[in-house]
């Protein structure tokens, strides 16, 4: 969000390098280190999450496809607020449904906060990255929506819901 207020293609690709690093890690973390001992799919998960670290990467290393939009619009409003929501509200959710404070999901660390704050980053790039980086976030909204869901979590629809969001907003 600093970087995204700085505003121009340095700080957008500074921006996009570092969620590179952050998705690469939620994959190696989280799915590899963690989740692959539950569940066979993770491994998959976590060459989609490597996959989206690799078209960061990729945007952030080429000068002209990404930079941060000058004008303020609501678009980017609520962008901010996804960002926001992810990296300080999203944490709170577990302690609200009662569960203990370790299982909290934090951004950077688990994927259901990583892909909330990447849909309202993508949504701060210009069109054509933005079509780039959305697909494999709402991928994830989807699939996290669709397991919190099968595990009758209360928080279940709230992932859907910003994916289709952040579709919308990408349409409009």
């Known amino acids: 969000l600093a970087l995204a207020r700085i505003g121009g293609a340095g700080p957008a690709r500074a921006a996009a390098a570092l969620?590179?690093?952050?998705?690469?890690?939620?994959?190696?973390l989280f799915f590899v280190e963690r989740y692959a001992v539950i569940n066979?799919?993770?491994?998959?998960?976590?060459w989609g999450f490597a996959l989206e670290a690799l078209l960061l990467a990729g945007?952030?290393?080429r000068p002209r496809v990404l930079a941060f939009l000058a004008e303020r619009n609501a678009v980017q409003s609520i962008a901010r607020c996804l960002i926001l929501g992810a990296v300080?509200?999203?944490p709170l959710i577990a302690p609200a449904?009662?569960?203990?404070?370790?299982?909290?999901?934090?951004?950077?660390?688990a994927p259901d906060p990583t892909a909330l704050a990447a849909l309202g980053a993508a949504l701060l790039f210009p069109r054509r990255a933005m079509w780039l980086l959305l697909p494999l976030p709402?991928?994830?909204c989807?699939?996290?929506?669709?397991?919190?869901?099968?595990?009758k979590a209360p928080e279940a629809p709230l992932l859907p819901a910003a994916a289709l969001l952040a579709l919308g907003l990408a349409i409009a």
Do not use: S
């Open 19 to 28: 969620l590179a690093l952050v998705w690469l890690a939620v994959a190696w």
């Open 40 to 46: 066979w799919a993770a491994e998959y998960m976590a």
């Open 59 to 61: 945007a952030a290393a």
């Open 88 to 90: 300080f509200l999203y």
């Open 97 to 109: 449904m009662g569960r203990a404070w370790r299982q909290a999901e934090f951004f950077a660390l």
């Open 138 to 140: 709402v991928l994830w």
């Open 142 to 151: 989807i699939v996290g929506g669709a397991t919190l869901w099968a595990m």
